[in-house]
């Protein structure tokens, strides 16, 4: 057998004396699997704070700690997890009363049966797999081994059991049975925390000793050393047969972040050995008191902790600091602290620099309150790879046809598959509750919710159209009809991106595209679901499990500690020998686990007292030599990456259990809004009504310690590396305060719980079948769980499994503890709040009386302030936060450009669209709008002209133009004739006010507007586009509905205290006056061009101009939308076409939408501009020739004028039937020559000409 690599692993003992027992509350529970066998149809997992187990007994409590490359699936998997050790060597060592060690060593079986009596062991779950395999072996304690099945009879359903394993056997009578057929990961059975917690592993990864046999007081020490049964199933394994897939040893080590000591090679090796330790561990069972140097007590004595609430676990870390410095003697800068903080956290610093930093940081993080949830494809063509570069682009007509078609085609599977969500959750619902009421001792006349098998049966027949099983049916058809109409990866392919890559192209040459060009898949705009809200708790240690991006150093054999040195005396094992128990039946273990022995007593401190008596060295020298652990002491071998101080009564936090009492505010109350938006967020009146009764709301999680690991490291190497003082002095006083001791937790499941979705651990339909047209279908497959059979057509997509992942939260003696909600909204505080390790010993940090550090009425919990408290509703609570109205189901502001012709259609899904309805320029020179078609050419200038009755609005027609009339204007954009038909109908004062409004706005807008050149349109204003718009809330599938008995028999009541969301109207708020990135200068509202919604607060117009918003103000002036709107609101948006257009719900995170550059460069390059000018002295003269045929014959003498750019020329009118019906304008344009530089008045006969300068624009010239 070749070497074996010695990986290191963490060892935690617990000491429980009977005074730590008194002393401490402990947290005990498992996953019942039991429980969800048909007889029982319950909940493996049980809620927070119940179904506490006590503790075996007094004693010592050890875990191992899993190298973190055996505790992570493979990339891109959560199920392929690697094999982990099965067989474990434990040894204990104590001293008797002379000092003399004494040893007890057994051999844990980790996937043995376990026999009925042995306290370590856990529960789990077995395949036929393996129970065959069991049932064919030779070894007893496996083929007799008692496994019960999850349903009666055949057991068909599930094809599994279930049972404790954990065998635990003294070294001296084992020997191994049954090396083969390994099955045991760090995954347990639907628990990603299997290997982390007692409750979850004993006898698997942990162990309880007793302590029986052993003196009241005494020292011991531990050794566990790990192995795989069946060497083929070692993680070292290379080749295909290996985890990693790698050819040789030192690349398998190189994938799992593990480096040999020394830069050695690993060579032929192919096992791995495991070993931990842990030294001189004082037992005293009849002490008063618990083991002394206890992190846990240590924390509740000096209630150094503080806990902070906010949307993310960086905004609640951001607060908390600032917080504290707040209240630091000598500090001042809190506030500025916050700032840096929550920007450096978000990678934003560089934006603070910008004149509205501060705004662009709040908008991203903003976003950051919500989770993305993918929002469907679209699709383009676009020019190959080497013309990328080109813009304004045009693909040929025959590729926008298919194009077209396959865009409607991919929204209306966009949209199926959204609804077959939505159906396999209420089939899901149905098939759970239909065995639920087949359980035993349920009686349907007697017990709630009297609702009987038979009575759910209909919704559970294939063969009626209209039943939930029927619904999925028919809607899976309509998926898989719909995918073939779309690209799809392409089979046979393992990677895939390459895959659906190759799919695309397949795709588009099917279609034949046209040369040069490539069809390529476009995100659709996500929907966003709101975040839990997290929680950061400060003063606690973090679980030490080092840096996931660190190397784990593993060993050879060969560089073992054998040996040590003290005062030049060199201790060895025939040193020691007999101080060291001999280990029994080796035979039966792994090579060079004695070797591990021998190292284990040479570095534990406990055996100093026996070497120097045997050695005759000073007592004090050899413990401090071997206490010390220096390399230099030891003339060969490698010290193991370990701790390798002796024992301390260590608390690492692993979970964390809440209780909050939620007061649900619903969104109005009799027609009478409870918040109201203030154009960015909502705010709670000062007196709602309507209030929901109080209720609980209890969850628990596993500990995270991102903040700790990841912003401090962050942190400190930004401010070392570009010298940043202030964040140099923030992590300095952030050590000083904290020590770097942060928790950060999300409040996991609050939010489905409004729901009422519960995602605990719960029985799926696994192998139950039925038949429909002559197929055998799973009710599995059918719901979208994880499956890779293919029975066309009721394939769901690979992409859109595994999305019905929760029951509904439903009891069974009663209504749900949980009431409905579509919207969140109201106050919360916290009544119990605790953290345990991974022995389940509790820091209570929230009680609901006396008894935790600190009670629920004083708590003084830290809130962000966007969950700050205005209105407390709850008397007596120190602490409560408030959550304003969130949507609690993924959903978007689908804020759509729109075709001018046609607003129906819409531009990503309809070819031919442009949402440019016209431009607007304003004319500083004459105080006039120059308005201009979507293509750029001119419609007229509005102005004011004085007559015999004062200052009027006139609409002048373009010179050399067939436009007679707004009509015309109308006729060729219906937006920008009917903007500029209601604005000639207003007063002066109102016309001035408008162009006023627009300069007010855009002195707030970047300048340059990301413009990559400047033009003569720039020079005489800022071109403003004319832009249609649609706005629409929309739902990522059906609205969510209460599946609380006796649903799907009928629908559930609303609760006249929850707001239903489509009861809601939630306010939007178009622009951002704060913003220089954004450009809305204001907006019209469907038809209604006669009011003007601008960003500026706007002079007196006659109510033509009004507002947007304000900001902070109570029922301000916003558009208002409904998710049960079927149809979008239109909007025809006044903007600048450089800047993005912003919109603010508060519900969802801030919209932004960029005009594409084809619907702006050009027309905007080619603008046709006049200017009013005259009267001008001036000769008419033959156009010069010698360039060619001239544009005009005749030609004025003019100044010199720039041309760059562009043409120069002049054109005045001729009013010909003056004061009649048929008066029109006719035109002459004139070529510009410039003027002499010495008068000549002989030559050509001056006169006065009254007309107009117009530019066309020209940037190729």
Not at 128 to 157: C, E, H, I, M
């Amino acid at each position: 057998m070749n070497a074996p690599v010695i990986v290191p692993m963490e060892l935690d003992v617990l000491l429980a004396n009977t005074a730590l027992m008194d002393r401490d509350q402990f947290r005990l529970w498992y996953y019942s699997y039991a429980s969800m066998r048909s007889k029982t149809w319950s909940a493996a997992e049980p809620p927070a704070f119940t179904d506490s187990h006590t503790m075996p007994g007094t004693g010592a409590y050890l875990h191992w700690t899993l190298p973190r490359s055996l505790r992570v699936g493979q990339s891109g998997s959560t199920s392929d997890f690697p094999l982990i050790p099965n067989r474990w060597l434990i040894v204990r060592i104590h001293r008797d009363v002379n000092g003399n060690n004494v040893q007890q060593t057994w051999i844990l079986e980790a996937d043995c049966p376990s026999p009925g009596n042995d306290p370590n062991n856990c529960y789990f779950i077995v395949n036929d797999t393996v129970k065959n395999n069991w049932a064919s072996s030779s070894d007893t304690n496996r083929n007799s081994a008692f496994l019960v099945p999850f349903d009666q009879g055949d057991n068909s359903d599930t094809q599994s059991y279930y049972l404790n394993i954990g065998n635990t056997v003294d070294l001296s009578a084992w020997k191994e049975a049954y090396p083969e057929n390994m099955f045991i990961t760090a995954l347990g059975p639907g628990n990603a925390d299997f290997s982390g917690y007692i409750g979850f592993n004993l006898g698997v990864l942990s162990f309880y000793d007793s302590l029986a046999g052993v003196p009241d007081t005494t020292s011991l020490s531990y050794m566990v050393t790990g192995w795989y049964a069946d060497a083929n199933s070692d993680i070292l394994v290379t080749g295909n047969t290996g985890f990693t897939g790698e050819a040789t040893a030192d690349a398998v080590l190189t994938a799992l972040n593990w480096q040999l000591a020394q830069g050695q090679s690993a060579g032929d090796s192919n096992i791995t050995l495991y070993s931990g330790m842990s030294f001189n561990l004082p037992w005293n069972a009849t002490a008063q008191q618990p083991p002394d140097n206890d992190e846990l007590q240590k924390l509740r004595s000096s209630k150094h902790m503080s806990v902070c609430v906010a949307n993310t676990g960086l905004e609640a870390f951001s607060t908390l600091v600032a917080t504290q410095l707040e209240n630091t003697p000598g500090y001042t800068n809190s506030h500025n602290t916050l700032e840096m903080l929550r920007a450096f956290q978000f990678d934003l610093l560089p934006e603070l620099n910008n004149a509205n930093g501060t705004q662009l940081v709040d908008e991203k993080i903003q976003q950051a309150w919500f989770n993305a949830h993918f929002g469907g494809n679209r699709w383009k063509i676009v020019p190959a790879s080497e013309n990328r570069q080109a813009t304004g682009y045009q693909i040929p007509a025959s590729d926008a046809a298919w194009l077209q078609q396959l865009n409607q085609d991919q929204q209306a599977l966009d949209d199926a598959l959204t609804q077959l969500v939505s159906l396999q959750w209420d089939l899901n619902a149905v098939w759970w509750k239909y065995h639920s009421v087949q359980r035993s001792f349920y009686d349907a006349t007697k017990n709630w919710p009297n609702v009987s098998a038979d009575q759910l049966e209909p919704y559970l027949d294939p063969g009626n159209p209209t039943s939930s099983l029927g619904l999925v049916l028919a809607q899976l058809k309509i998926v898989n009809d719909l995918l073939p109409r779309v690209p799809q990866p392409q089979q046979g392919i393992a990677n895939q991106q390459d895959a659906l890559q190759a799919g695309i192209t397949a795709f588009a040459q099917s279609k034949q595209i046209s040369a040069g060009y490539v069809l390529k898949a476009v995100a659709q705009p996500r929907y966003w679901l709101p975040n839990n809200p997290n929680i950061v708790i400060s003063g606690v240690s973090p679980d030490t499990l080092g840096n996931p991006e660190t190397a784990l150093q593993v060993r050879l054999p060969s560089q073992l500690i054998q040996s040590f040195t003290v005062d030049y005396q060199q201790i060895n094992a025939s040193t020691l020998g007999s101080i060291i128990p001999a280990l029994a039946n080796t035979q039966q273990l792994p090579a060079n686990v004695q070797d591990l022995y021998t190292e284990f007593f040479l570095l534990d401190p406990a055996n100093a007292a026996q070497i120097a008596q045997k050695t005759g060295l000073s007592s004090d020298d050899v413990y401090n030599a071997m206490k010390a652990h220096q390399s230099t002491s030891y003339t060969t071998g490698v010290l193991p990456a370990l701790d390798l101080s002796e024992w301390q009564q260590q608390w690492s936090p692993l979970f964390v259990e809440w209780q909050l009492t939620h007061t649900p505010v619903p969104f109005s109350w009799q027609n009478t809004p409870n918040w109201t938006f203030d154009g960015s967020d909502y705010q709670m009146i000062a007196s709602p009504q309507g209030q929901g009764t109080p209720y609980i709301i209890s969850g628990k999680a596993t500990l995270s310690t991102h903040t700790q690991m990841t912003f401090g490291a962050r942190l400190k190497a930004f401010a070392q590396q570009y010298n940043d003082g202030d964040l140099d002095d923030l992590w300095k006083e952030i050590n000083d305060t904290d020590q770097w001791l942060f928790l950060s937790q999300e409040l996991a499941d609050t939010n489905d719980y409004l729901t009422q979705r519960d995602k605990r651990l719960f029985r799926k339909p696994g192998h139950a079948t039925f038949t429909y047209q002559n197929q055998q279908l799973t009710y599995s497959k059918i719901m979208g769980y994880p499956d890779d059979t293919h029975v066309y057509p009721f394939d769901t997509p690979s992409f859109a499994q595994g999305r019905v992942n929760a029951l509904p939260a439903i009891n069974k003696n009663g209504a749900s503890e949980f009431p409905f909600h579509q919207v969140r909204g109201g106050e919360f505080y916290f009544t119990q709040l605790i953290i345990y390790d991974k022995f389940g010993r509790i820091l209570e940090l929230v009680q609901p009386t006396d008894g935790g550090v600190f009670d629920a009425d004083s708590f003084p919990l830290m809130v962000d302030t966007a969950f700050a408290v205005e209105h407390k509703l709850s008397a007596g609570i120190n602490a409560p936060f408030q959550v304003p109205p969130r949507v609690l189901q993924p959903s978007r502001l689908n804020m759509l450009l729109a075709d001018y012709r046609d607003k129906s259609n819409i531009l990503g899904v309809t070819s031919d669209v442009n949402p440019i309805c016209g431009w607007v320029v304003v004319n500083h020179v004459d105080k006039s709008l120059l308005l201009f078609f979507p293509d750029g050419s001119n419609a007229g200038e509005i102005l004011l002209l004085a007559d015999v009755n004062g200052m009027h609005i006139q609409w002048t027609p373009p010179p050399n133009n067939n436009l007679a009339s707004l009509a015309d204007v109308g006729s060729r954009s219906k937006q920008l004739g009917a903007f500029a038909t209601a604005l000639t109908a207003k007063t002066p004062t109102t016309f001035n006010a408008f162009l006023k409004a627009i300069d007010s706005t855009l002195w707030t807008v970047d300048p340059l507007g990301k413009r990559t050149h400047q033009d003569l349109s720039l020079f005489i204003g800022r071109p403003l586009a004319l832009v249609a718009l649609t706005l629409q809330l929309k739902l990522n599938g059906q609205p969510l509905k209460s599946e609380d008995w006796p649903f799907p028999l009928k629908d559930i009541p609303p609760d006249p205290h929850i707001s239903p969301l489509g009861a809601c109207v939630f306010d939007v708020r178009l622009g951002d006056q704060a913003s220089r990135e954004d450009g809305v200068i204001g907006y019209f509202e469907g038809e209604n061009y006669d009011r003007f919604n601008c960003v500026v607060t706007p002079d007196s117009s006659d109510n033509y101009l009004q507002q947007i918003g304000p900001l902070d103000s109570d029922n301000g002036n916003y558009i208002q939308l409904s998710f049960d709107n079927a149809d979008p609101v239109y909007l025809t948006v006044l903007a600048d076409p450089r800047a993005s257009i912003h919109a603010f719900t508060g519900i969802l995170p801030v919209k932004e939408v960029k005009l594409p550059e084809e619907f702006v460069d050009k027309p905007l390059s080619s603008l046709d501009i006049t200017f009013r000018a005259g009267p001008v002295l001036s000769a008419v003269q033959p156009s010069d020739s010698m360039a060619g045929q001239p544009v005009h014959a005749d030609a004025l003498t003019y100044l010199p004028v720039s041309a760059k750019f562009g043409i120069w020329s002049w054109w005045q009118s001729t009013v010909h039937d003056p004061g009649t019906s048929s008066a029109g304008f006719s035109w002459q344009g004139y070529t510009l020559t410039k003027a002499t530089t010495t008068a000549n008045f002989d030559r050509y006969t001056s006169s006065l000409h009254d007309g107009y300068l117009q530019f066309i624009t020209d940037q190729d010239s």
